[in-house]
């Protein structure tokens, strides 16, 4: 079946301790993708990743890190999580990297917080 | 610059009547628009979307969408709601390298 796994789906933490969220999918798709949602400000996009080895900032980078290093995966990483960062986020992954016209997949979601 | 803007955060329908979500977008080159349904615990899965050509655009469970380019909207309607369409709703424009900007989306509620 094709999909986007992200894991864990839940996670509380406290603040400061390192933690990453893993995001896998079987499609082989070009585009990967992080988002943040937040109640009243819609999902707004953290990193991006157009191929293997090629990351960028999306419109709320900090505080984030990602990588790249296959294809299939592309893990965010919280180095020193703080209370802001507590929010539900998603991965997307896309056919293309530059064209704007194909469907993103997404993942289940995972719901983080930050204490 | 790109951007999206929904008009209501929530709506609430009868089932059986009419549904309307609006959004209108605002971007500098001819967009890529999508509409998105998000159900409780899940993730997001397209409901339809416009690139070219049909500017009636028709996609799952009964839903469509108009591209109004003079208008700059992408309204989604569905002519009779059911129970099961109670969800979240994101609009969403892309103008190129798979960079989506969502809207804050309209929770839509189904009243029976």
């Known amino acids: 079946e094709a999909q986007v796994t992200q894991n864990p789906r839940y996670l509380i933490t406290v603040t400061g301790k390192k933690l990453t969220v893993t995001c896998s999918q079987n499609?082989?798709?070009?585009?990967m993708s992080w988002y943040r949602q937040d109640p009243g400000l819609g999902l707004r996009q953290i990193y991006y990743s157009m191929n293997v080895e090629v990351t960028d900032k999306g419109d709320v980078p900090e505080g984030y890190k990602v990588s790249r290093k296959e294809k299939r995966n592309f893990p965010l990483i919280l180095e020193s999580p703080s209370p802001n960062q507590t929010s539900l986020y998603f991965c997307?992954?896309?056919?293309?990297?530059?064209?704007?016209?194909?469907?993103?997949?997404f993942g289940q979601g995972t719901r983080l917080t930050v204490v | 610059a790109q951007s999206v803007t929904q008009l209501g955060s929530h709506v609430s329908v009868s089932e059986g009547a009419l549904v309307l979500l609006r959004c209108n977008y605002s971007?500098?080159?001819?967009?890529?628009l999508f509409w998105y349904v998000q159900y409780p615990n899940q993730g997001l899965q397209l409901l339809l979307k416009?690139?070219?050509?049909?500017?009636l655009v028709k996609g799952i469970n009964g839903f469509e969408a108009e591209f109004k380019k003079s208008e700059t909207s992408f309204h989604l309607t569905k002519p009779s709601a059911h129970m099961s369409d109670a969800a979240e709703y994101f609009c969403a424009v892309n103008v190129g390298a798979n960079n989506l900007f969502f809207g804050t989306g309209t929770r839509l509620t189904v009243i029976p």
């Open positions: 416009y690139t070219t050509g049909a500017t």
């Open positions: 997307a992954s896309s056919l293309y990297a530059t064209s704007g016209n194909t469907e993103a997949f």
């Open positions: 971007s500098s080159v001819p967009p890529y």
């Open positions: 499609m082989n798709h070009e585009y």
